[in-house]
């Protein structure tokens, strides 16, 4: 197999064995890699209705067949699991440079299932794979566990909120990124599993050198001239995002009371840019460099995390912000849910950024200590005030109001992760004007365009690229990459169909654990005067599903599941 590498390693932790298979040709076809296997891999190992942290729910990390290559942005990997935090099955992209070494390792896909007796690590060195004591890695943060673990490999690791279950924990990969919003590292926490080390030294075979050369070029080309890419992302990174919707009025600030926030300029890319000495830090073959480093090595926070820490709490000390977004780095712990839960406790007890200490709650969060562990919704249905927690599904929305942008308004609500923006990012083309402009007020057309961009979001996650490659790649040049690569033809409508084939198929497990289309919406907030206009979404949401060819529930038809080949993968059953 060209693009693919064939192997699949399974590693059942309670039973401390370890084995492998071949990665089927056809699923590897079907479904490309990265997110996909990782779905259809939870279809064929997790029941959908699997408590998320019990051993039987597995753990799944896949690369993609462009992982590995020069591909532009192609130096990610995915992570699969059934979320705590939401209960839905929940994929996560990351960056750097673990994805990148998993495929040097020869590896597809890693399946972890069990529970190990004491604390453990897994150390992969291409065909040789362990399963190591991990007591002396055990009451460590992520910085910490890097440092002692990295003269092994690549290291994808939890911190202290992942041994403790914490539903917002996630895996910090190569010290700066971060892999599942829903919970990912609480699981690997459930499993004793303190970290993943990984070595490798083969080269991903091509198929087609010549031909790969050729798109890699366009593709590089397309980035370059692409301004949201070569001179956003690339001057700012993701902060440049804070000023563009501050100017637009969709910054929202104070858990979503306001739709903009007045400080914005003492946050921003630009402010940043101009009053600090910053360094990039791309990931494995990324020409952009969306992530920065100050001078000094600290992190510079992210948009989403800029956004989690900033306006909705009310904060406009960058200082602080940084602060808080290190200690959700080292703890591992997710900032967009994290700072919006303490959004909504902030609401709900009528503080302000200056009556809290934030960073002690951030702590106690991560410890278990506080209330606001298990996340907003948790938390506010303990206290009757679930409507002032701002999620869908469970997961906390971050800062691209929908209120502002219709069509993201819809992703939101129809994401299977929850209120994910990464599902369909209708910011791109809603705020941003790339790969096209698109009224943002309107929900005129956008049914159609929502699932498309659901569907390229799908592939993009199993190629695995970046999730800002769709600012300027779009089907054909992605077809191009793919084909070139693994020596299979496809066109640009059989990848989309791959990318829905995907995004069917996680419906079908959320489906299948109990949660059908009631779940589809947002909380009051959104809606009425100067919001959503509730009539015109759900006429929206009803086309949706009509253009998906689901049941006005939100449950996919037979006749799709046949239409897309994936029938048999999941049997008749439907709730």
């Not at 991560?366 to 298990?374: I, Y």
């Amino acid at each position: 197999m060209f693009g693919w590498t064939g192997r699949t390693i399974i590693i059942d932790l309670g039973n401390n064995a370890i084995t492998e298979s071949k990665t089927k040709k056809k699923d590897a076809e079907n479904f490309v890699g990265g997110r996909g296997l990782g779905c259809t891999l939870m279809h064929r190992i997790a029941d959908p209705e699997v408590e998320p942290l019990s051993p039987d729910n597995p753990l799944i990390f896949s690369t993609g067949p462009l992982t590995g290559t020069s591909a532009p942005m192609s130096g990610h990997f995915s992570v699969c699991t059934k979320s705590p935090l939401t209960q839905t099955i929940f994929d996560s992209n990351s960056g750097g440079f673990f994805g990148a070494e998993m495929k040097f390792a020869g590896i597809d896909s890693l399946v972890i299932t069990g529970k190990a007796e004491n604390p453990v690590y897994i150390r992969i060195e291409d065909e040789e794979v362990e399963i190591l004591p991990a007591d002396h890695l055990q009451d460590k943060n992520t910085a910490e566990t890097t440092e002692l673990l990295e003269p092994k490999g690549k290291v994808a690791c939890i911190g202290r909120a992942g041994e403790k279950m914490i539903p917002m924990a996630n895996i910090v990969n190569d010290r700066l990124y971060s892999g599942g919003r829903g919970g990912h590292g609480a699981v690997a926490g459930s499993k004793n599993l303190k970290a993943v080390v990984i070595k490798g030294s083969n080269v991903p075979e091509i198929a087609d050198p010549d031909a790969f050369d050729r798109a890699v070029e366009r593709s590089g080309r397309l980035l370059v001239a692409n301004p949201p890419s070569s001179k956003g992302l690339a001057s700012y990174g993701t902060s440049v995002f804070v000023n563009l919707l501050s100017y637009m009025g969709i910054l929202p600030a104070n858990n979503f009371q306001v739709k903009d926030f007045k400080g914005a300029d003492r946050i921003s890319g630009e402010y940043i840019k101009d009053n600090y000495d910053v360094l990039k830090t791309p990931c494995e073959s990324c020409a952009i460099g969306c992530k920065r480093t100050f001078d000094n090595g600290t992190p510079v926070p992210d948009y989403d995390a800029i956004w989690a820490f900033g306006p909705t709490i009310g904060n406009d000390n960058l200082k602080r912000i940084t602060e808080l977004n290190n200690t959700c780095l080292d703890y591992g712990l997710d900032p967009v849910s994290c700072g919006a839960s303490i959004a909504a406790y902030m609401e709900l007890n009528s503080f302000n950024a200056e009556d809290v200490d934030l960073k002690g709650l951030l702590e106690d969060i991560g410890e278990g200590k506080s209330e606001l562990s298990a996340g907003s919704y948790s938390y506010l249905c303990s206290k009757d005030a679930k409507d002032i927690s701002m999620s869908v599904k469970g997961l906390e929305i971050p800062g691209y109001d929908p209120r502002g942008m219709a069509g993201m308004a819809l992703a939101y609500a129809t994401s299977n992760r929850g209120g994910c923006h990464l599902s369909a990012f209708m910011a791109a083309p809603e705020a941003m004007g790339k790969p096209m402009p698109l009224n943002r007020q309107s929900f005129s057309g956008k049914a159609a365009l929502v699932q498309y961009f659901q569907n390229l979001s799908a592939v993009i996650d199993s190629l695995v690229l970046c999730p800002f490659a769709l600012f300027a790649l779009g089907e054909v040049e992605l077809a191009a990459l793919l084909s070139a690569a693994t020596g299979i033809s496809y066109s640009a409508e059989e990848l989309l169909r791959a990318g829905e084939r995907t995004y069917n198929l996680e419906r079908v497990f959320n489906n299948r654990s109990g949660i059908s289309g009631k779940a589809d919406i947002f909380p009051d907030r959104f809606f009425g005067k100067d919001g959503i206009d509730r009539e015109l979404f759900e006429e929206a949401l009803s086309d949706y599903y009509h253009f998906r060819g689901w049941k006005a529930n939100g449950v996919p038809t037979q006749e799709k599941l046949e239409e897309l080949g994936i029938a048999g993968e999941i049997g008749t059953k439907s709730p």
